[in-house]
């Protein structure tokens, strides 16, 4: 990790660069993909699947037998804390639930909103070596809550044809409708815009590699809603004395382990703990199993020190970190001044792990500076809303002659003429 | 208008579709703006506008004595409906606001969610024949609200180098904090990658033709945030006996006065008020003073006849109107069983005009069947939520075991000992 020492506000932009790394030929290969799904459906599927998941599938959906065996295959104590995480999830995001608010904005003109339910929502679950049963849940758990009447789940078989079982039993137990063995670019294109097996969503959720988040933002071009734009995932330890530098270590490498081009930025406010936590990532990377991905990543991230307080919470709100720890002495005031970041945790005993499983907020997060616009999935990702509004005759006798007005200025004679012919009406 | 009794399912795709107009060389010509401006900023800004807007533009930003004269040069009746509609609009916009959401989801773990605005939004009003003043309104009201620090709004100049004095008096009004004279692709880019005089925001709102929406498009792929994806506005009116013909005409010429791609959707319950309607809009056509737009918009549009309510709202949650205007004699129940819609106007004294300006709901909504999942501009589009969490030493002993077991299934060993090394230390 790269230490810097009370960094000029001029270089904050540079600092806060993510890692990019950018294929060649993402774009006309994933095109290439959306277009044969389009054409030939399920085949395609098949296809595909072959291809890039070296198996061949005849059904693509997953059967009831299936669901039942996985359930039967997994270890009481996993299925108990999947289940204790899920209900932990359901009860932070059911708060989040809103009455129908009303508002008569004049006499006589009352006007509504209301939360409806999107009808078919897509999630996708990567394949590969971390099976991120723990996704199906964040995602899972408020798409039932909102009222989703069909809710799919694609992701990609192992090579014997199959998806991991703690999917699985998470996919059931949250209410999935249908879980389909589809994966990458095409799965995501199968839900985009429906096969013969595969309904067509009208919003896609889920993370997944550079081809999975070209797939969802070429979709996104076609109407097609997605839970926000995707980047690696990172986290941002802010510290001082107060704080453990084991704590702290195993709080990066969590981060580190991800992915190589994952993230992990440390702000400190003097360099005393520096070479502490240097000696702990080391002795804690060594009995990392995937120690490999971690000091790649390790690779890309920076320590800051910024001896004032107000200028680094200025860094961080400018970073605008997916995960921001924060292990200060003064955390509950340093957190409530935080403006731009997906998840904050606050204090020694609440790791990222906490909420990257159980804590009940959601893990689905902005990451790369999304924070400054984007928030979090919540129950509302899953939901729009509807205003509606209704004039009695009082009330349009009022608010017409405004409008009438208004609609002459903007040289709309044919929205004044509604209003005028209402009001003549009613003389 | 072309009429459709009781259409078959199988052809309500088809009977969904927008008219689509599609530029040729629109992608290159956009991506060509938006490198232009990113490289030479406010020199790039003013060749455009002077290619264009046929203006040359010094200061970009519009002064505090153009201000001044703007709304000096208003009469006192406009002055006040604006004012009027800008007052119901943040009763409607000021009741959506949220408190913080505590929920403890177990003894010692706390978490909460708290709505922070958006630093800088950014608002594109169009230029042309109607000055859409009642956009600034609908944009600028929720910001303010939110609290976003800097609110940049965006309009081209005429050919005097003027923007229209009712667009500055609304800004002003609603607390828009620097306005510039730009328009079309490069104020999008301006706004986006920042210039000289235009500060870079993170999210764009507002209202273009297909330069602009694309241009919106292309910088969303480099993370900005925009309101929502945009098309021609449209209008489904749906009546039965109950309606008045000439309220009906008047409503769809409303809408179809907006532009050639506007689309104007009738569903009637049965044949016997088509004629009626049909007469009543030719009478009202020829008084309009946007006739021909008008005639272009009403060859793209329908009539649908469904006898049975039930199938016509089904079809109608298909369609997914921006606006929905509902004049059947059960319209409440109607109004409560629509699940995709922009806005829905109740009755026969509910033209969509009054929503457009003064009802108080917002304006900019889903066209194009978005309504599926995406909704009208509000409050919370000028804000996004941030998750905290804090465990209590306690909480950690209750749920990091839970964490553990998730974090091993799922192979991320930092993951575990990030929670293994707190339950260690408390031992």
Same sequence: chains 1, 2.
């Avoid at 290969?29 to 890039?52: H, I």
């Avoid at 999107?118 to 679950?125: A, F, L, Q, R, S």
């Avoid at 694609?154 to 999935?176: E, Q, T, Y």
Wanted: net charge negative; aromatic share 6%.
């Amino acid at each position: 990790m790269k230490i810097y020492s009370n960094p000029l506000q001029e270089t904050w932009t540079e600092l806060s660069k993510r890692p990019q790394l950018e294929l060649e030929f993402l774009d006309s290969s994933v095109r290439n993909v959306l277009n044969r799904v389009k054409k030939s459906g399920d085949d395609a599927l098949r296809e595909l699947t072959l291809q890039y998941d070296k198996v061949s599938i005849q059904e693509l959906r997953v059967s009831e037998a299936e669901l039942a065996e996985a359930e039967k295959s997994l270890p009481a104590s996993l299925k108990q804390a999947i289940t204790t995480a899920a209900a932990n999830i359901e009860k932070f995001h059911a708060a989040q639930k809103r009455d129908v608010m009303t508002v008569e904005t004049l006499p006589g003109v009352t006007c509504w909103r209301k939360g409806v339910a999107i009808d078919k929502v897509g999630i996708y679950i990567p394949g590969g070596s971390a099976p991120l049963f723990s996704t199906v849940l964040m995602l899972g758990v408020p798409a039932k809550l909102a009222g989703c009447k069909e809710v799919v789940l694609c992701s990609p078989p192992d090579k014997s044809g199959k998806i991991n079982a703690a999917i699985l039993f998470a996919a059931k137990l949250v209410g999935v409708t249908r879980i389909f063995k589809a994966g990458g670019a095409q799965a995501i294109a199968a839900m985009a815009f429906g096969t013969q097996s595969i309904p067509k969503v009208h919003k896609i959720f889920g993370p997944g590699n550079q081809y999975v988040t070209k797939a969802k933002q070429l979709v996104m071009e076609e109407g097609l809603a997605i839970d926000m734009p995707a980047g690696p995932s990172e986290v941002l330890v802010m510290a001082d004395e107060t704080a453990d530098a084991s704590f702290i270590a195993a709080d990066l490498l969590s981060q580190a382990e991800h992915g190589e081009d994952s993230q992990v930025m440390l702000v400190l406010n003097n360099d005393s703990m520096v070479s502490a936590i240097q000696n702990e990532i080391s002795k804690q990377l060594d009995q990392l199993p995937r120690k490999a991905i971690a000091e790649k990543s390790l690779a890309n991230s920076r320590v800051i020190i910024i001896n004032d307080q107000a200028t680094a919470l200025d860094f961080i709100n400018e970073y605008a970190p997916e995960h921001l720890i924060i292990n200060t002495k003064n955390a509950d005031a340093v957190a409530a001044a935080v403006s731009n970041a997906g998840s904050v945790f606050i204090g020694n005993y609440s790791p990222e792990a906490i909420g990257d499983y159980a804590s009940g907020t959601n893990h689905t997060l902005p990451t790369n500076g999304f924070a400054k616009a984007f928030a979090g999935v919540s129950l509302e990702s899953f939901m729009k809303y509807i205003t509606f509004q209704k004039l009695t005759e009082a009330g349009i006798k009022t608010l017409g002659p405004v409008v009438e007005e208004m609609a002459e200025a903007e040289q709309l004679a044919g929205h004044k003429r509604a209003v005028t012919i209402r009001l003549e009406k009613l003389k």
